[in-house]
């Protein structure tokens, strides 16, 4: 069996073809999907970056993982003790590790270990290359290294590849030679008013806010042509808009380049292609930029393009999924996968506990199915957790990340995809339901611990001083705000948080 695992950072399930976007962002990833099942609400359990990926190799939550941030000591996995063997978790049961015990040469294309110091990502791969440019890297320097262990490899029968490009995360790098290719296309879902936008520059401040797109500055970078530093006005926002289509439409060309390259060897029909994300991007919504910043419906809503020789193509499954399912999903698909053998552990198959439940019945049906509900958490720039259930998205934050993002938010995310309409104070009750939920998925969590820990990460990421991403950054912004005409906001930061006033780096 060969399997090629395509993971294309910072794709947002909106704007591709085959999800119903009208722009041809992705001509070849709707070819393989009109072959494939389509899942359409597919989430991390754990955004962004480094949570995500963590989640997906280990069938984890971030609760039990304890990798949570994206720096301090929630940015690591937590300690095995004395359970480890010679071989820690990730070389004996993360995904390719699993991969390589049903006999499949592994291999990742990725500067993702690099960018983010997560060495266990390498954990289970027999091989690894990168790039170099820990996350910088556009596609086309991707591409030639994949297209070459292709070829060496024509002749393997059995083989796991993930292959990961970076081109839509920002800053956006698509070549300037690559043009404009959507400035004639208007946008597809004109949500963004004058009066949201203006209320976003005043009111909604923070990392990656309208005024400060990049950062907490909104300094030029010669380096970086195509991305915007500040939205100030619906042009602005279209340029946004538009680039970041452009860095889908990059990715997706060259990706297409491997779909050809397996047409080319004879292999494509028996191959199986997995097309996925590890979160999805706020363009303006929740007054968010360019950014990954929030357990809410956009940043953790991914795509799921599965094509398995054999199984039913050019179909939708609906129901709820995280992407620490696809582990134990793999695992079901494949089947008689050999146990890890060691001379402590003999004879057990995977004896380890996934939170990950297979969704396998829906590949080979194309049939709906999944979770009555997710609940989904934030801690790198918010410490957030959400909650999906029915038409509903219930956010609970904790630490704001410096946005004054109100406590509780609810929105219905069927009919205001954009979360423009906080419905919390109009429907209570759904509040407490998606409350509820929440409280009820950490009180099983803490006393399910598979790492023997009885310690909340979120809350050890607030004592720390807050997510990694503001954290010594509140004296110097309230004195941005405060020369950008921003005083109330600056004054309000400081009432809330004269702890972290005293932080800086």
């Known amino acids: 069996m060969r399997i090629l695992y395509v993971d294309i950072d910072t794709l947002r399930v909106d704007h591709l073809g085959c999800y119903g976007y009208p722009r041809n962002t992705s001509p070849n990833i709707d070819g393989v999907a009109r072959e494939a099942v389509r899942f359409t609400d597919y989430y991390c359990s754990d955004a962004p970056c480094l949570p995500s990926r963590a989640a997906l190799m280990t069938g984890r939550f971030g609760i039990h993982t304890g990798c949570v941030g994206h720096g301090g000591h929630n940015a690591e996995m937590r300690w095995e003790g004395h359970e480890r063997g010679m071989a820690d978790f990730n070389g004996r049961y993360n995904l390719p590790a699993v991969m390589r015990r049903a006999g499949m040469k592994t291999a990742s294309i990725s500067s993702f270990p690099d960018r983010h110091g997560a060495w266990w990502f390498n954990g289970g791969f027999d091989e690894t290359y990168n790039i170099g440019k820990r996350g910088l890297e556009p596609a086309h320097e991707v591409l030639p290294v994949a297209l070459d262990w292709l070829d060496r490899k024509r002749d393997t029968e059995n083989w796991f590849l993930h292959v990961h490009v970076w081109d839509p995360h920002i800053p956006y790098r698509t070549p300037l030679d690559y043009g404009k290719p959507f400035e004639q296309d208007p946008l597809p879902d004109p949500w963004m008013t004058e009066e949201i936008l203006e209320y976003h520059r005043k009111r909604k401040p923070g990392g990656h806010s309208a005024c400060e797109v990049t950062g907490y500055n909104s300094t030029p970078n010669p380096a970086e ?161 959400s909650v999906r259930f029915d038409d509903y998205i219930y956010i609970r934050t904790y630490h704001d990340g410096y946005h004054l993002t109100e406590a509780e938010e609810l929105f219905n995310v069927k009919e205001d995809p954009h979360e423009t309409h906080n419905l919390a104070e109009a429907m209570p009750e759904l509040c ?40 010594g950054y509140l004296a110097d912004y309230c004195k941005r705000l405060e020369e950008t005409g921003r005083q109330e906001c600056a004054d309000e930061l400081r009432e809330k948080y004269p702890e972290e006033l005293k932080v800086s780096y």
């Open 432 to 471: 407490w339901k998606g409350a509820w939920y929440l409280e009820r998925w950490v009180a099983d969590n803490m006393l399910s611990n598979i790492y023997h820990y009885h310690e909340d990460p979120m809350w050890n990421v607030i004592a720390e001083g807050g997510p990694f991403h503001c954290r």
């Open 225 to 385: 042509p195509r991305q915007l530093r500040t939205v100030e006005n619906l042009d602005d926002f279209r340029r946004m808009i538009d680039e970041y289509d452009t860095g889908i439409w990059y990715a997706d060309k060259h990706v297409g380049m491997l779909f050809d390259k397996l047409k080319e060897q004879g292999i494509y029909d028996d191959t199986v292609i997995i097309i996925s994300s590890d979160h999805g991007e706020d363009l303006g919504e929740m007054g968010s930029y360019c950014e990954h910043g929030e357990a809410d419906y956009i940043t953790t809503h991914i795509p799921l393009i599965i094509k398995w020789p054999g199984c039913p193509g050019n179909v939708e499954s609906h129901g709820f999924h995280y992407n620490l399912d696809l582990l134990p999903t793999l695992m079901d698909m494949i089947g008689d996968i050999p146990p890890f053998t060691c001379n402590r552990v003999v004879g057990k198959p995977n004896p380890v506990t996934y939170d990950g439940e297979s969704f396998a019945d829906c590949i080979r049906t194309g049939e709906d199915g999944g979770r009555s509900h997710l609940v989904l958490s934030q801690c790198a720039h918010v410490c957030q957790r």
